[in-house]
């Protein structure tokens, strides 16, 4: 009776209409919520601003660096598409529009997946579980420690990627395959993980053969696919570096070592537990009820590759979360069919996580962000305000945010576009005076800095400068790093950084460089002169 007089008077909020409206919006708080646990800006971000700043205001990419002191080569930007819209976003919004972008992408990607899991089996089961996406969107934005990156577009043409293959598969309607070349022009030109969709292409092809499926068209687009990738701002030059720094190895930055490195054994534990989840729902199906014959051969394709690749490397990780949820997720809820859940389960659990999402984008805050520790923030401000120009050393990974505070009044010796820019000797020799191995000192005699910033946690390389008096002094030391200046150049007075945290937000985004007006970088003088060197 009352149920009965509820639905008469409150039928909307019953309606399949209002509880996908729900759903959708929830899963938009949620994407919000995940998305803006960020505590730290990328290390590559300043780059990816300066990058996309040439661009809008000089309709040119930036083919040769401008930034560094050492040996270069020319630029190979397969970002500049992704740093446009970074700089677009900040240069209108600020730091809030980069949390939007996130926030976005991230909410896309998530909303394409609920469509790809919506075509392989609505007609079977439940595909607005929300529980399912909130264990996934914990999962898939585990790299996303620092505020938006360029992979973020990778994801999201990924997983529209498979959403269209998959309504393919469903329908049959092979005429979608034409989407996929412009898509790709596109993606190309915003981040090198487009060689991710052409994986995923020549995935679809070999197993839709091996399931005795019209194939044909699959590696007709896969064979022209490729060829979009001629089209970007540097020709065939750009795909010639593409294959290479797809093919190099990486093994100096954290996230392209295996997920259970001695580092990495305790952390992305959310993931490893997923990730096992699906292997066992998997292998349990497999072991009631296996045919090779009447296997979906693109599925195991897929789903070992993606795996495979995640467990080789942390950065691929959101692939597999993506490819997993695709093809598990009615797996999922079958092998959960056999247990009866309390009618209220479900209530409760959306009435949680809605607190969940509305708390956690309640108490954020959501001025930019200043970590001390991540950034040598009080030390690159040392330098500026007292004007210590010269050759500075700091770590790679920070590299590209003293550019962005400092130039010109300093050129650093490399940041973390190193395969895009600089010889592969020069990270060999940072590494080794970073943790003082043999031929520490190749560093002072290839490219001497003179003005280093270092992190007091590398202790060897610390006392050594500090106790190397003959030539270096240490002019400033925050709570995380020193200032040590060459003696040539060091002076008696030096004003000391401001120590108001309200300063440090109000300009951690400010820069120096600029393309127009009086005082612009001449990009014509930068990509004429890259030319004359070579």
């Given amino acids: 009776m009352i149920k009965d007089y509820l639905y008469s008077k409150f039928d909307f909020i019953f309606s399949t209409n209002f509880k996908t409206a729900f759903f959708y919006l929830?899963?938009?708080?949620?994407?919000?919520?995940?998305?803006?646990?960020?505590?730290?800006?990328?290390?590559?971000?300043?780059?990816?601003?300066?990058?996309?700043?040439?661009?809008?205001?000089?309709?040119?990419?930036?083919?040769y660096d401008f930034l560094?002191?050492?040996?270069?080569?020319?630029?190979?930007?397969?970002?500049?598409?992704?740093?446009?819209?970074?700089?677009?976003?900040?240069?209108?919004?600020?730091?809030?529009?980069?949390?939007?972008?996130?926030?976005?992408?991230?909410?896309?990607?998530?909303?394409?997946?609920?469509?790809?899991?919506?075509?392989?089996?609505?007609?079977?089961?439940?595909?607005?579980?929300?529980?399912i996406y909130f264990i996934i969107l914990n999962c898939f934005t585990v790299t996303y420690s620092s505020l938006i990156r360029c992979h973020s577009f990778t994801f999201l043409f990924f997983i529209i990627e498979l959403y269209i293959l998959e309504l393919i598969r469903k329908n049959g309607n092979y005429k979608l395959l034409m989407i996929f070349p412009p898509m790709f022009l596109i993606w190309g030109n915003m981040h090198g993980g487009v060689v991710s969709g052409l994986g995923l292409l020549v995935m679809y092809t070999i197993g839709e053969a091996l399931n005795k499926k019209t194939f044909k068209y699959y590696l007709i687009t896969a064979i022209i696919c490729p060829l979009m990738l001629f089209i970007n701002p540097y020709g065939i030059e750009f795909v010639k570096f593409l294959i290479k720094a797809v093919t190099m190895p990486r093994h100096h930055v954290v996230e392209w070592w295996h997920i259970f490195t001695k580092y990495n054994y305790n952390l992305f534990l959310s993931f490893k537990f997923m990730a096992l989840f699906y292997i066992i729902i998997e292998a349990l199906k497999c072991k009631n009820n296996f045919s090779y014959k009447a296997s979906d051969k693109t599925k195991i394709i897929v789903l070992l590759v993606t795996l495979f690749l995640a467990v080789k490397h942390v950065k691929m990780m959101p692939f597999f979360a993506l490819t997993g949820t695709v093809f598990?997720?009615?797996?999922?809820?079958?092998?959960?069919?056999?247990?009866?859940?309390?009618?209220?389960?479900?209530?409760?659990?959306?009435?949680?996580?809605?607190?969940?999402?509305?708390?956690?984008?309640?108490?954020?805050?959501?001025?930019?962000?200043?970590?001390?520790?991540?950034?040598?923030?009080?030390?690159?401000?040392?330098?500026?305000?007292?004007?210590?120009?010269?050759?500075?050393?700091?770590?790679?990974?920070?590299?590209?945010?003293?550019?962005?505070?400092?130039?010109?009044?300093?050129?650093?010796?490399?940041?973390?576009?190193?395969?895009?820019?600089?010889?592969?000797?020069?990270?060999?020799?940072?590494?080794?005076?970073?943790?003082?191995?043999?031929?520490?000192?190749?560093?002072?005699?290839?490219?001497?800095?003179?003005?280093?910033?270092?992190?007091?946690?590398?202790?060897?390389?610390?006392?050594?400068?500090?106790?190397?008096?003959?030539?270096?002094?240490?002019?400033?030391?925050?709570?995380?790093?020193?200032?040590?200046?060459?003696?040539?150049?060091?002076?008696?007075?030096?004003?000391?950084?401001?120590?108001?945290?309200?300063?440090y937000k109000k300009t951690i985004l400010n820069t120096m460089i600029t393309f127009k007006g009086p005082n612009r970088i001449k990009i014509e003088e930068i990509n004429n002169r890259g030319k004359v060197s070579e």
């Fill in 26 to 63: 929830l899963l938009f708080l949620l994407s919000a919520a995940i998305a803006v646990k960020s505590v730290n800006y990328d290390f590559d971000l300043w780059a990816r601003l300066i990058a996309g700043m040439a661009v809008v205001q000089t309709g040119q990419v930036l083919k």
């Fill in 68 to 131: 560094s002191y050492t040996p270069t080569h020319p630029w190979y930007d397969h970002e500049w598409g992704s740093s446009v819209v970074f700089y677009l976003f900040e240069h209108y919004l600020g730091h809030t529009g980069l949390l939007i972008l996130q926030i976005l992408l991230i909410f896309l990607t998530m909303f394409f997946l609920v469509k790809t899991v919506k075509v392989r089996c609505a007609e079977n089961c439940d595909y607005k579980n929300i529980l």
């Fill in 328 to 503: 598990c997720y009615e797996d999922v809820l079958n092998f959960f069919k056999k247990y009866t859940f309390p009618k209220w389960g479900m209530p409760s659990l959306v009435t949680f996580l809605t607190f969940f999402a509305v708390v956690s984008l309640a108490i954020k805050d959501y001025r930019p962000m200043v970590n001390f520790k991540a950034y040598p923030i009080m030390e690159v401000e040392f330098l500026r305000i007292n004007h210590i120009e010269g050759k500075l050393l700091t770590n790679f990974g920070i590299g590209s945010f003293a550019s962005y505070k400092l130039y010109p009044q300093n050129k650093i010796y490399m940041d973390g576009r190193y395969e895009e820019v600089y010889e592969d000797y020069l990270l060999e020799d940072l590494s080794k005076f970073y943790t003082m191995q043999n031929g520490a000192l190749n560093i002072f005699l290839n490219n001497k800095p003179d003005i280093i910033i270092l992190e007091n946690s590398y202790k060897s390389a610390y006392d050594f400068l500090k106790n190397n008096t003959s030539e270096w002094r240490v002019v400033f030391e925050g709570m995380y790093y020193g200032v040590f200046v060459n003696k040539k150049i060091a002076r008696d007075n030096y004003i000391p950084p401001s120590g108001d945290l309200k300063y």
